[in-house]
């Protein structure tokens, strides 16, 4: 059976998915975003986020998330997810099914070009 998709504001995802989200982004969402035609034939960006039992579109500009990250005490000043909060959420939603724990999530703006 396949999962439902929901496609969302970010402000009005539960605090929770919201979390995990950042688990999922820890350098920020502006560079993970993808384009996609709405229902009436529009263009929009939104950022992809997977659980479970769900496909989330999170509807975002790149401005937005630019300044969703910006506004967070979750993230420092240089956009990155916070050590301590990366820790807390990652206890908080530590799933032995999670996709995360088998990759490396590596910043790419650190990656070198050669």
């Not at 263009?43 to 401005?63: C, I, N, W």
């Not at 420092?76 to 999530?105: H, R």
């Amino acid at each position: 059976m396949s999962k439902p998709r929901v496609i969302k504001n970010y402000e009005k995802l539960d605090e929770a998915i919201q979390e995990q989200i950042k688990l999922n982004y820890p350098y920020g969402f502006d560079r993970h975003l993808i384009t996609f035609k709405n229902i009436e034939g529009k263009f929009v960006s939104a950022l992809p986020f997977e659980t479970d039992e769900k496909h989330y579109l999170v509807r975002m500009t790149k401005a937005l998330a630019q300044e969703i990250i910006e506004q967070d005490d979750d993230y420092d000043d240089d956009g990155n997810l916070k050590d301590d909060i990366k820790e807390e959420y990652g206890e908080k939603y530590d799933d032995d099914d999670n996709d995360n724990q088998d990759f490396d999530i590596v910043d790419p703006s650190s990656e070198d070009d050669n």
